[in-house]
Every structure is written in C-alpha cells, then in structure tokens.
C-alpha cells in the first residue's frame, strides 16, 4: 500500500460539472499539500493544510475548493472549471510543517481534463 | 521572491554513462534546503538527494551526487552509470521557511538510451 494515495487517477469532466479529487496518506502525517503540475511549467503550490488548518492558499481560483476533514484525508472540491485548469494534480504529505528535512511524499497524481 | 530555473527541458544519456542535470535558483536568504526529485512516468514523485545549504561538502546517495555552488546559486545533479530506470522527469526545488514550502523549477525529462 503507498502512502500517499490519490483517487481517481484520471478524470474527465465538462466546464459546468462537480467534482473532486481524494488524497489519503497512511503515514501519519500532518501537514498535507496541493500542487498543480502542468506541462512545461513548475510545480504550483495551491494549498497547504496542518492539522486540519488551511495555512496556506496561493491565489487559487475560488471554483478550487480544499476541505480537510481530518489529518489523513484531504479533498480538492472542482466547480465551473476552465480548460486550462486540465493539469495533474499531486496531493503531497509531510510529517509536520517545517519538517526539518524538508521531504514531501507525494501521491500518483490525479490528471483531469477539463472539455 | 525566491525562484528555480531548470534550462535543460530534456536530456538524454547512454545507459552506464553520466549524466548532468543543471538547476539554478535566485534567493537572498542564506539557510535553506535544495532537492532533487524524480517523477518517473505515471508514478509518485520521490525525493533522490537533498543538500543544506550550510553544509559545504556535497551531498552523495549511491550513483546520485550534487554539486552545489552557493555563491552561484547552482545546484546540479550528477548521475553516474546510468540505468533505464532512471528515466523520468526530474525537478530541483528550494525551501527557506517553516511552512514547508517547496517551490519547484520546470523539470528536466532523461531520456536513457539502452
């Protein structure tokens, strides 16, 4: 079993739909990560979580929406999307803020296409 | 703001050759961490080497070794005796604060020739 699980790993969904991305970590973790990777582009950090706080939200568009229920589970809520939102998005995982080594563990990756 | 630039968006390497992957980075702190990670294709992001900025001997992890200049803000990737599972696209990445923050440069694809 990984560690840091993200589901689906693929999706496919039209401007006016719902949806959301899952991320799961079974390390114990508590600090986790929302990054955006699109092509030929640097990773993007969109939100960061500890202890079920929202620390950090990098001028993410409000049809993103993050919710963090509990330190293992983390949820990225998808409305009224556009179709250069199609990225892969990586969910990440840290034993705490400011982890000393600096490590992240990362998920699969969800890709969604937005038409 | 601090940034990362990769220049090279792909490289290609013989296998059992070497190879050197260049990261460059812009920052006026003076204690941070740099990274090395390697996404293979559709698979996780996993970290391959790490460097603090303070140490001035360069970090080494098997075939994986850096060479960090800081007075030129240069942070390269060597890998030795390349393997076709070292294929993937790999990213260099900074962080300076507590908030543990990474920001990532473009990526770099290898490509290893058999």
């Known amino acids: 079993e990984t560690g840091v699980t993200q589901t689906p790993r693929h999706l496919v969904m039209g401007m006016t739909n719902k949806k959301s991305l899952k991320c799961e970590q079974h390390l114990g973790h508590n600090a986790m990560y929302w990054y955006k990777q699109s092509a030929k582009k640097p990773l993007e950090l969109m939100f960061v979580y500890s202890l079920e706080e929202r620390v950090e939200n990098n001028s993410v568009p409000s049809r993103f929406s993050p919710e963090c229920p509990n330190s293992s589970h983390l949820f990225l809520h998808l409305h009224t999307l556009q179709p250069e939102d199609s990225a892969l998005y990586l969910c990440?995982?840290?034993?705490?803020?400011?982890?000393?080594?600096?490590?992240?563990?990362f998920g699969e990756g969800s890709r969604l296409t937005v038409l | 703001a601090q940034t990362v630039t990769q220049s090279q968006p792909e490289m290609s390497v013989q296998e059992a050759e070497t190879v050197t992957l260049s990261c460059t980075y812009d920052?006026?702190?003076?204690?941070?961490?740099l990274f090395w990670y390697k996404q293979p294709p559709s698979r996780q992001m996993i970290l391959v080497i790490r460097q603090e900025a303070y140490k001035q001997q360069n970090a080494t992890e098997n075939r994986f070794s850096v060479n960090f200049q800081k007075a030129a803000k240069s942070f390269s990737l060597k890998i030795s005796d390349s393997q076709l599972g070292d294929a993937a696209m790999y990213f260099c990445?900074?962080?300076?604060?507590?908030?543990?923050?990474?920001?990532f440069g473009q990526g770099t694809t290898l490509q290893v020739k058999p």
């Open positions: 990445a900074y962080r300076t604060d507590n908030t543990g923050k990474l920001i």
């Open positions: 920052t006026s702190e003076s204690d941070y961490y």
């Open positions: 990440a995982s840290s034993p705490q803020l400011g982890y000393e080594t600096g490590e992240l563990f």
